[in-house]
T-cell receptor, first 112, second 112 residues
Framework: GENVEQHPSTLSVQEGDSAVIKCTYSDSASNYFPWYKQELGKRPQLIIDIRSNVGEKKDQRIAVTLNKTAKHFSLHITETQPEDSAVYFCAATNFGNEKLTFGTGTRLTIIP | DTEVTQTPKHLVMGMTNKKSLKCEQHMGHRAMYWYKQKAKKPPELMFVYSYEKLSINESVPSRFSPECPNSSLLNLHLHALQPEDSALYLC???????????FGPGTRLTVL
């Protein structure tokens, strides 16, 4: 089955700086890679996703890049703000098998 | 209605009790999911319903019994749970298995 590794497990960034979280996956058949943000006591919230036919996707301050050859994908947050503080989970799936495999999570703290 | 809702928000039960968790969505989604999330861990898939049929059971103990009465509703029946079953139980839905999953707010379950 799929295995997703995520690094780092914790990340502290000065407000206004950029944050990068990296994930690798094992199953070359995986074709969909979402990122979820989970604030304390709240639901995981989909913030951005990318499909395997695309190398990069941006949405305002958030971007995701995908390298299919190396089987890794990354989340980039620019101009970080205190409200970006949360746990971020990457995930991977092959839509044919319905199961979303999550990474272990990154606790991002934005220092004011 | 563009959200997944879950009831109750919190549930405390003894090991001999029978209780049920409820999940509802009115987005016309045809795939629904149950996840279990322990503190500081990613969501862990339990069950997947696709077009009201159980398509994945991740070897979940029989004390957890899912039910999908219709395309908008998903239940999780609980019986004879153990203290280690205490966790956040998350429901999610997607248009079908080829699309992004959206999570409900979860039910915080405590088993005494």
């Amino acid at each position: 089955g799929e295995n997703v590794e995520q690094h780092p497990s914790t990340l502290s960034v000065q407000e206004g700086d950029s944050a990068v979280i990296k994930c690798t996956y094992s199953d070359s058949a995986s074709n969909y890679f979402p990122w979820y943000k989970q604030e304390l006591g709240k639901r995981p919230q989909l913030i951005i996703d990318i499909r395997s036919n695309v190398g990069e996707k941006k949405d305002q301050r958030i971007a995701v890049t995908l390298n299919k050859t190396a089987k890794h994908f990354s989340l980039h947050i620019t101009e970080t703000q205190p409200e970006d503080s949360a746990v971020y989970f990457c995930a991977a799936t092959n839509f044919g098998n319905e199961k979303l495999t999550f990474g272990t999570g990154t606790r991002l703290t934005i220092i004011p | 209605d563009t959200e997944v809702t879950q009831t109750p928000k919190h549930l405390v039960m003894g090991m001999t009790n029978k209780k049920s968790l409820k999940c509802e969505q009115h987005m016309g989604h045809r795939a629904m999911y149950w996840y279990k999330q322990k503190a500081k861990k990613p969501p862990e898939l339990m069950f997947v319903y696709s077009y009201e049929k159980l398509s994945i059971n991740e070897s979940v103990p029989s004390r957890f019994s899912p039910e999908c009465p219709n395309s908008s509703l998903l239940n999780l029946h609980l019986h004879a749970l153990q203290p280690e079953d205490s966790a956040l139980y998350l429901c999610a839905s997607s248009q079908d298995r080829r699309y992004e999953q959206f999570f409900g707010p979860g039910t915080r379950l405590t088993v005494l």
